[in-house]
């Protein structure tokens, strides 16, 4: 009792949760589930390891997030215990989650849902993913609030479509002091990237605000 065991997906009714190893799946399980992968190419320890990049532990993190999962990354530590130069790489991610980590890590779980893929865009713009979040606040409003995960090959116009009527400022873009140009026309909010919007990173996360209405 009161134990939790990793299921490795034997299903049943005593399964606790689903560990796809080695790949993302390509949409939530509808079930609690945790990708596990390697850094490199072996779970264990080889010499002249091939590490994956940074940039594609974020964009695997990112995938998994947006659909609903947990990332487990594996490490393995040298003969002498040592880590060789995956602490750069595990350095350079914690980084990037110090700027963006409020569009991976959901706070205050009781009163905050996830929808995955929530967001569809009428007319063109490339995004890595995307993740809806909603919450009550103290007043009983309920906050929806999009992140919106993209790249330097999403530059030009992000059609959000409809989503003027209770949007709260401005689409911002975290870690940037400026906010990407939005304009709206008859209901539509569209965001303009351009290179500048991507300077000091390559993947980066659009917040989007809006005020819903009142619970009763």
């Not at 589930?33 to 190419?41: A, D, F, S």
């Not at 990112?62 to 595990?90: C, E, F, H, I, W």
Request: proline share 5%; hydrophobic share 35%; aromatic share 6%.
């Amino acid at each position: 009792p009161g134990i939790l065991v990793v299921d490795r997906t034997v299903g049943g009714e005593y399964e606790n949760y689903v560990t796809p190893e080695g790949h993302v799946p390509d949409a939530d399980l509808g079930v609690p589930w945790e990708t596990c992968i390697p850094m490199g190419t072996s779970w264990s320890w080889v010499p002249n390891e091939r590490y994956k990049s940074t940039d594609e532990i974020i964009r695997t993190l990112v995938k998994v997030v947006s659909r609903g999962g947990s990332l487990l990354l594996n490490v393995a530590p040298g003969p002498d215990g040592q880590l060789d130069s995956t602490y750069v790489r595990l350095k350079e991610v914690g980084e990037w989650l110090k700027v963006n980590g409020e569009a991976v890590y959901i706070k205050d779980a009781d009163t905050w849902s996830v929808s995955n893929g929530a967001l569809s865009f009428p007319e063109g713009g490339r995004i890595i993913a995307d993740t809806e979040v909603e919450a009550v606040d103290t007043r009983r409003r309920d906050d929806q609030y999009n992140y919106i995960f993209v790249d330097s090959a999403s530059v030009g116009e992000l059609d959000l479509g409809c989503r003027s009527d209770k949007l709260i400022g401005r689409p911002v873009m975290l870690g940037n002091s400026k906010a990407p140009k939005t304009t709206t026309k008859d209901c539509r909010v569209v965001i303009r990237l351009t290179n500048e919007d991507f300077a000091g990173g390559e993947i980066k996360v659009i917040r989007v605000h809006r005020r819903m209405d009142r619970i009763v």
